[in-house]
């Protein structure tokens, strides 16, 4: 792996229309780009995340992983607005004239991160890859570059429905008041599952022994469990980058003019228990693509994880990315019953 | 309808150990108590309720309504803790010792209510029914009172779960830094479905024509709907009641030794898109009381609108009440052909 910090002092026009005078957008580059540059994948990290892809994909991207960095080369690029070494939200707010966080849209982020395929010397991708807000922006690159990846893989991905749209409402507005710690514990609740916390928590008390019966402010564990999650977030997340982020995702969408510009293959994967991108939203977008004649898939991660299995299940994430990537050559015998690649027990394989 | 405050000048000590050295109940009644005293029903409110029936029961409560005030007497007692007329969370927190707001517990509440039974010279109800909270209420009365209910109706209610525990824990610490209105739209969250809000807001921009494209602040629709309604909860409720209460619900607990108490008959409805209360956690329930020998049934009610429903979808709501409180007399035919009077098409009628 190696790091590089790109410096551009180019004039950066955002889609609102303010210029952004200069941009830094730290870079990670795991495996070698091959000299003709065709083995290159580009990784989009999800909302809170960085381009350091083995901090949240450790298992998936490895030598001989579903990413194999033995073989290609994967680029991840921390996004313009974020707080993991690119000009962040908050050096944008002291940068505006009005002393405003700015709107940066999916198209603003998916376009920064095109301005160093020229100094990589990379023309094309394999694949772009990307789960939650990395999903989105996998598909807004399929719209933006129609000509660039062969492959799109979005999990747990689509434009976002009211109650994900009032989710992110509340959680800025808990973030306006300094109270960055309770939207992440909410968001929280939209990353796992009823099943899931039910399985890992129940009505136990707090593991450090303190008895949710004795007072108002005694916790059940699941209670410790989001306030340490909470306070650990506050000392790693800036407050702009989320107002900043949770409004890109917000404003991301996919109008028919956009779909009809897509070339690249798409696979979009539903997790079965996430109720923040539920399956059947992600199955109805794959429907809506391949409408389109877009050439689309969609693939089903069962899991009672909720939103979050796509960083958690590596190993039925890893499975899904190597049939997508690699799909097993098809015998004559195996294509004339009508099995597809795609089709093994643990998929849900709906419309193509 | 008639009102009575009553004001009860015994000591009243609360699980916890503390002692009340006075109280008062505020009491809606509804329709006219019978000379025999034999036409009594108890309602329990729900979290934010009154002891005003009509105010959240419009259309269920009514001459000939499934609670029908020209048969029977419909008794509500403002929630001890509560905000509308009975001894509130804050009179507790000011005549604490410590200026705490103490814990009052379902069992404290149920047998504060049955205070009232004798002044109103009342010693058996026809049925004791409520929903949410209410539910909870209604089975610790089973529990407390086996021999005063004939039968018991509690509605899209359980003991809560780990994110309902969650829910109501990230709920209190907003209220706790005077969030009370992010308290309570996060609460409307839970009492409504994905389904419910995409149908009704979609991702529309605000209603008031402000450009959710245009600044980080300009909402959705369904953000200026919360916040409409965060302001007016923030109007009528009182930060206190609202920690009180929610940790009373947090706290509903049933364990074997309070099932094997209960006498009352039991039906438990589910409400099919609840995902506070998961209609399959209010099925289980059912079937953990007739596994204790309890003659408990349970309901389903189809609707799209998630919790609340238990309010909102009053005709199905009085359907499944007046079955359950009259039940059509069964002829020999139809019970040897084993089709049970709860068993109609729109009733997914689990184990009895």
């Known amino acids: 792996m190696f790091e590089i910090d790109f ?51 450790n298992g998936v991207l490895a030598e001989g992983g579903a990413l194999d960095t033995s073989a290609d080369a994967f680029i991840c690029v921390n996004y313009l607005g974020s707080c993991y070494g690119s000009t962040s939200a908050k050096d944008l707010k002291r940068r505006n004239s009005r002393r405003e966080v700015p709107i940066v849209t999916t198209r603003d982020i998916v376009r920064s991160t095109s301005l160093l395929f020229e100094y990589l010397g990379v023309h094309r991708f394999k694949a772009v890859i990307g789960g939650s807000v990395g999903g989105m922006l996998a598909l807004q690159f399929a719209v933006d570059f129609p000509t660039v990846a062969d492959e799109i893989i979005a999990i747990a991905a689509a434009p976002l429905s009211a109650m994900g749209l009032a989710l992110n409402h509340i959680q800025r507005q808990a973030v306006a008041r300094g109270d960055l710690d309770i939207a992440r514990k909410i968001a929280l609740l939209s990353y796992r599952s009823p099943r899931q916390f039910e399985d890992r928590f129940g009505r136990k008390p707090n593991r450090n022994g303190e008895d949710p019966k004795g007072t108002i402010q005694g916790r059940f564990d699941v209670g410790g469990y989001l306030d340490h999650q909470g306070a650990a977030f506050r000392k790693r997340f800036e407050l702009e980058s989320y107002e900043l982020l949770t409004k890109t995702m917000d404003l991301f969408d996919l109008s028919d003019e956009d779909i009809v510009k897509i070339r690249s293959r798409v696979s979009l994967v539903g997790i079965s228990s996430d109720w923040l991108f539920p399956p059947a939203d992600v199955r109805a977008l794959a429907a809506r693509l391949s409408g389109f004649g877009v050439d689309a ?30 799909p097993p050559e098809i015998t004559y015998e195996e294509s004339e019953i009508g099995r597809s690649p795609l089709e093994p027990e643990r998929l849900a394989v709906g419309c193509s």
Chains 1, 2 share one sequence.
């Open 7 to 57: 410096l551009i002092n180019e004039p950066f026009e955002l889609e609102s229309g303010e210029v952004l005078t200069e941009l830094k957008l730290r870079t990670t580059i795991y495996g070698k780009l091959n000299a003709e540059r065709s083995n290159a994948v580009l990784v989009f990290h999800a909302l809170t995340g960085s381009s350091r892809i083995h901090d949240w994909w």
């Open 297 to 326: 898939r969609y693939h089903e991660l069962l899991s009672d994880v909720g939103h979050d299995a796509f960083l958690t299940d590596t190993g039925e994430i890893s499975e899904i990315l190597r049939e997508v990537l690699s």
